[in-house]
């Protein structure tokens, strides 16, 4: 049995090296742990004896052989040519470089010295995952229509010393877990899609969340999905004409006991359009489980087979600069920052007849030049006494983000038409519907604030054919009666004041500082809840006589009867003002939703106004965009 290789590692106090590729190299049976150095502490005490205490004397350590390197990916090149330099093997965290370029000049240096360069990226070593991509490729889904791959992860909001968010250090989503999202979309697909296209988000200079579609000949397609700035998620879809594997537990960087994926059996199904990736009977699906592995061992112990020549490197440097090369090409692609598109976005006003004889007063706001329409229409209404305009910085994050949106001035709000009756709940969801008809929109989404949350399930529970998902933002789960037992009570306690006949300067005062923390476009669109006479007065446009009309019907309303018969995807936004009582008693009502709805998810703002939607209207927005865009989104965990 020939000598184990022997390891030197640069970096030694990483989370990666401490937490797999040190127990790794330990356990291997053709490599040995010999020397570490770590700049930022001390070496982990497991290791502590073999502590050389520089990087440079890992590199002349006489029985290192071959160095790994798990140091920020600004630092590749520079560590990586001095490994070669002193003789030794160099084993490179992914990705191998920041860019194709640099790593084109790693692989050049190290071939000039005659030493091994290889990418640390363990997910292709991993049994279950090797299993997937074996038999996809093999036909045992038939032709491979759709792959979906997604890593999402918080980094948190106060890890700014994270090298990820350095552009300096190669940071960004994509670069460092693109590779991830990537790599069964190119072994099956290959590298070289025929269409790119990529929306992105940034911060301090890099991308915060990537989302890209890759288009290749033959109608195949790859998503992708990668973030730091979401909950944790990872998964790996593979869809074919005769079923699909999904791998939807630590699909990437699983451990040894992560062995199980699923086999859908039966081919796909239709779905309206916009849908990413068919839907499948769950009752063809099947749980699987591959052989357990290492996967961090057995990229090791392929490392030092290549280096004694019992085996080549199962990934080729080459491939590691065809991945690089990709990620530029999705760089390229990217869209402009959605945040600074916005800012082009102009809404247009129009008024829908519908054939009830209420006319309604919309803004369409469609994405701007440049950006291609994309996935499902969104329709937006309001709460009680307000109107369309508090969505104004949602609806213009969205539209930039490819999406076509309407905002909608409920009946008696706003510039709507104010008929004397028919505005109990279950009206004014067949409003919703009817326009939704009108508009020839094909299965929007529709978002609800407060009473219109209440609207927005009344809808999904009417309509499930005219929509694809609702989200009801601090509404939803309102259940007066609960509270108030007759109506007497409720009207006492809830009629609004009389506010007609204040002065407008007085009215936008108060606003300004009830709302000091929300943006302009917020407070604007308070305002606008009130029309302004010609004595610079203002009056409600909801007058005080049909508020309690739209009171009493959301009175009559009872959510928990409805629960059960919405059988379209339900997402609950509350809003957590940092009243302790009231806060829980609402997550009460919202747990009890979420267990009776079929199809039902929760999040939370905390802190939050009940016009969240006004206040956090960035926050709000990618929330929607990824609940109305993510085909897994209502397949995870409640959001807390």
């Not at 106090?13 to 291997?28: E, G, M, Y």
């Not at 199980?260 to 699906?285: M, N, Q, V």
């Not at 109107?387 to 539209?399: I, K, P, Q």
Request: hydrophobic share 40%; proline share 6%; net charge negative.
């Amino acid at each position: 049995m020939s000598q184990p290789v022997g390891f030197g590692v640069i970096g030694a106090n990483s989370f990666v090296a401490n937490a797999a590729v040190l127990p790794a190299i330990d356990a291997a049976s053709n490599a040995q742990l010999v020397a570490t150095a770590s700049r930022s502490s001390d070496v982990p005490e497991r290791w502590a004896d073999t502590d050389v205490g520089s990087y440079e004397a890992v590199l002349t350590h006489p029985d290192v052989e071959a160095v790994y390197i798990p140091l920020p990916n600004g630092m590749h090149q520079e560590w990586t040519e001095k490994a070669a330099a002193a003789g030794k093997h160099v084993l490179c965290e992914k990705p191998l470089a920041a860019d194709a370029a640099t790593a084109r000049a790693m692989a050049e240096a190290c071939a000039r010295a005659g030493v091994q360069l290889g990418e640390a990226w363990m997910t292709p070593f991993h049994g279950r995952y090797q299993e997937v991509v074996r038999r996809a490729l093999a036909g045992d889904i038939g032709d491979i229509v759709t792959i979906d791959g997604a890593f999402r992860f918080t980094i948190g909001p106060d890890a700014n010393d994270n090298y990820r968010w350095d552009p300096d250090q190669g940071g960004g989503a994509l670069l460092d877990v693109g590779i991830y999202c990537l790599g069964a979309i190119v072994e099956i697909f290959g590298a070289e899609p025929t269409a790119i296209m990529t929306a992105q988000t940034h911060r301090g200079g890099v991308d915060a969340s990537t989302h890209a579609r890759l288009d290749w000949p033959g109608e195949c397609t790859g998503f992708i999905g990668c973030s730091f700035v979401d909950e944790e998620f990872q998964q790996l879809a593979i869809s074919g004409t005769r079923g699909a594997f999904v791998i939807s537990t630590e699909a990437f960087t699983g451990g040894i006991d992560d062995t199980e994926y699923l086999h859908i059996t039966e081919p796909p199904s239709e779905l309206p359009l916009g849908t990413r990736r068919p839907e499948r009977d769950l009752d063809a699906t099947r749980t699987v489980h591959a052989d357990a592995n290492d996967a961090y061992q057995a990229m090791v112990e392929a490392f030092a087979a290549s280096i004694r020549g019992g085996a080549e490197w199962p990934r080729p440097v080459e491939r590691s600069i065809e991945m690089l090369e990709l990620i530029e090409r999705i760089q390229d692609s990217a869209m402009p920052d959605p945040e600074q598109l916005a800012t082009s976005v102009v809404p247009v006003d129009e008024f829908c007849d519908l054939t009830s004889g209420v006319t309604l007063h919309v803004q369409r706001w469609e994405p701007p030049a440049g950006v291609e329409l994309f996935g499902r229409p969104w329709v937006l209404t309001h709460g009680l006494a307000s109107n369309a305009r508090l969505w104004d910085g949602v609806a213009r994050r969205l539209a930039a983000r490819g999406s076509l949106v309407y905002t909608v001035d409920q009946r008696g709000h706003g510039q709507s038409s104010k008929p004397d009756d028919g505005y109990d709940v279950a009206n004014c969801a067949d409003d919703l519907a009817l326009l939704i008809d009108l508009l020839q929109l094909k299965h929007p989404a529709v978002a609800g604030q407060s009473w219109g949350g209440n609207v927005a399930l009344e809808l999904g529970h009417r309509h499930p054919d005219a929509v694809a998902m609702v989200a009801c933002v601090d509404g939803g789960f309102i259940d007066l009666r609960e509270a108030f037992p007759s109506w007497e009570d409720c009207a006492k306690a809830l009629a609004p004041p009389r506010l007609a006949g204040t002065p407008l300067d007085t009215m936008r005062g108060w606003i300004d500082d009830s709302a000091a923390d929300w943006p302009d476009e917020g407070r604007a669109g308070t305002m606008a809840n009130f029309e302004v006479r010609d004595d610079g007065t203002i009056a409600p446009w909801l007058t005080f006589e049909r508020h309690l009309t739209v009171l009493r019907g959301l009175w009559e309303h009872s959510p928990s009867d409805v629960y059960p018969n919405v059988r379209v995807p339900t997402l609950l936004i509350g809003a957590d003002n940092g009243d302790v009582s009231w806060t829980s008693s609402k997550r009460d009502a919202v747990d009890a939703a979420v267990a009776a709805l079929p199809v039902g998810r929760a999040h939370w703002f905390s802190p939050a106004h009940h016009d969240v939607h006004a206040q956090q209207p960035a926050a709000m927005t990618e929330l929607l965009h990824a609940a109305s865009h993510d085909p897994r989104y209502f397949t995870t965990e409640t959001t807390r």
